[in-house]
């Protein structure tokens, strides 16, 4: 497929980064990671935009309150279209202003080292994708279960061998968009299934994605709402796009906002 995505240069410059970081019940790791942002990121941080479970802890609501408080450019919305990470990622995704977009979750299980190198190979390649990847050299897993890992491993090379790419990790969530890219793609993940919709929807469309290295480390804090039968969306995820192929906006400019198609 051709790809109707023709990305301007985006010079380190210029960039003012959108966050999207969906929460449930967690505290500390939303706190730590914000404040890791806000100091990081500097003047290339447009907005944090938290996403927050209406099932939340008053805890978990009270720091996402206050962290709003305490910096313009955090911003909370309680999601409103619940249960399901994949929903709240969608409108995140339609509120967000920035370019590029940065995707991660609250649970501090994502290295956040990582950011600084996705951003540097988007812009060396004019990618409209870059990808953490725990399967390339230099990535991997700490404290990951043992049939967790060998079935990520199959999705990963059955992935890799239906669409054909050289990408090493298809279905992981941390991820740099270009916003054109992002929001010119309908999507209609519900839940944990959006870490591989939003990889293989641009794979599909031949857009450039590029990945890095980055370590997976089990949180510290909450609990996973993904179970392991849930983790069959992947496949069903998958082989929609790649036999029902992509919707895309009007034009790859234009918003789109969110549907709850399912």
């Given at each position: 497929m051709a790809n109707r995505f023709l990305l301007r240069p985006l010079a380190a410059r210029d960039y003012r980064i959108s966050v999207v970081m969906p929460v449930f019940s967690e505290t500390d790791t939303v706190r730590a990671l914000c404040q890791w942002l806000t100091r990081e990121l500097g003047e290339h941080l447009l907005e944090v935009i938290i996403i927050i479970s209406p099932r939340s802890s008053d805890a978990s609501q009270a720091v996402c309150r206050e962290l709003a408080e305490q910096d313009e450019r955090i911003r909370v919305f309680v999601q409103q279209h619940d249960p399901g990470v994949g929903r709240a990622f969608r409108e995140g995704y339609a509120r967000a202003q920035g370019n590029p977009i940065l995707s991660m979750d609250s649970d501090g299980e994502m290295a956040v080292a990582t950011i600084p190198l996705m951003l540097a190979e988007m812009e060396r390649g004019n990618h409209g994708l870059v990808i953490g990847s725990r399967w390339m050299k230099g990535g991997g897993f700490v404290g990951y279960s043992r049939l967790k890992y060998w079935l990520n491993w199959g999705f990963q090379q059955l992935f890799r061998i239906i669409y054909w790419t050289k990408l090493h990790d298809l279905t992981y969530g941390f991820k740099v968009h270009r916003a054109e890219v992002l929001q010119g793609i309908v999507l209609e993940?519900?839940?944990?299934?959006?870490g591989c919709e939003t990889t293989l929807k641009p794979v599909r469309l031949g857009?450039?994605?590029?990945?890095?290295?980055?370590v997976w480390t089990a949180r510290t804090q909450g609990r996973s709402s993904n179970n392991f039968w849930r983790n069959f969306r992947y496949l069903?995820?998958?082989?929609?796009?790649?036999?029902?192929?992509?919707?895309t906006a009007a034009s790859a400019g234009d918003r789109v906002p969110f549907v709850d198609a399912q």
């Amino acid at each position: 497929m051709a790809n109707r995505f023709l990305l301007r240069p985006l010079a380190a410059r210029d960039y003012r980064i959108s966050v999207v970081m969906p929460v449930f019940s967690e505290t500390d790791t939303v706190r730590a990671l914000c404040q890791w942002l806000t100091r990081e990121l500097g003047e290339h941080l447009l907005e944090v935009i938290i996403i927050i479970s209406p099932r939340s802890s008053d805890a978990s609501q009270a720091v996402c309150r206050e962290l709003a408080e305490q910096d313009e450019r955090i911003r909370v919305f309680v999601q409103q279209h619940d249960p399901g990470v994949g929903r709240a990622f969608r409108e995140g995704y339609a509120r967000a202003q920035g370019n590029p977009i940065l995707s991660m979750d609250s649970d501090g299980e994502m290295a956040v080292a990582t950011i600084p190198l996705m951003l540097a190979e988007m812009e060396r390649g004019n990618h409209g994708l870059v990808i953490g990847s725990r399967w390339m050299k230099g990535g991997g897993f700490v404290g990951y279960s043992r049939l967790k890992y060998w079935l990520n491993w199959g999705f990963q090379q059955l992935f890799r061998i239906i669409y054909w790419t050289k990408l090493h990790d298809l279905t992981y969530g941390f991820k740099v968009h270009r916003a054109e890219v992002l929001q010119g793609i309908v999507l209609e993940a519900v839940a944990q299934e959006i870490g591989c919709e939003t990889t293989l929807k641009p794979v599909r469309l031949g857009i450039s994605v590029a990945e890095v290295p980055t370590v997976w480390t089990a949180r510290t804090q909450g609990r996973s709402s993904n179970n392991f039968w849930r983790n069959f969306r992947y496949l069903r995820t998958a082989f929609k796009i790649l036999f029902g192929g992509v919707t895309t906006a009007a034009s790859a400019g234009d918003r789109v906002p969110f549907v709850d198609a399912q």
